[in-house]
């Protein structure tokens, strides 16, 4: 195998594995492959990888995820989207609080934030000033002093 081959296989490899999509692969009249960054030159034709068996077979449905309930909360405290949010409530007594009751006993509690901020969260809402102590779990959101309300994505597993 000559040189060049290898080297344009090699070059496919490292395209497919990056997630760059705009490569084609292309035959030209001879039978030789040649990658190409987003259209087949004039004699050349577009070859599709998965007839070449360069695609495994379709892999077996995976498990449900973990996530018992999951929401975007916004900055102002309330919830748009997501899973089992009618087994949620939130409050949001002060600036950077947010407080969850929930119908079921949460085991993990994640967030992340919509902006480039700093978050806790925790599943000991009764140590969050400001949270009941019947809420399962708190989220505080803050930039470089505690207090500053962000909007973010919450996720509980039970």
Known sequence: MSYRRIATMALAALLVASGTHA??????????????DAACKGKETQV?????????????PGTDGSAFAY???FYSGG???????AQMSITHP?????????????????????SGSTIRATLDAASVIGCA?????????????????????VLFEK
């Open 23 to 36: 490569a084609v692969l292309c035959a030209r009249k001879s039978g030789a492959l040649k990658l190409r």
């Open 48 to 60: 599709d990888p998965a007839a070449l068996g360069l695609q495994g077979p379709k892999g077996d």
């Open 133 to 153: 102590d019947t809420d399962d779990a708190a989220v505080l959101t803050f930039d470089y002093l505690p207090g500053e309300d962000h909007g973010f994505n």
């Open 79 to 85: 919830i748009t989207g997501g899973k089992n949010t």
């Open 94 to 114: 002060s600036a950077g609080v947010y407080c969850f009751d929930t119908a079921f006993t949460p085991t993990h509690i994640e967030a992340t934030l919509e």
């Open 71 to 73: 929401a975007t909360v």
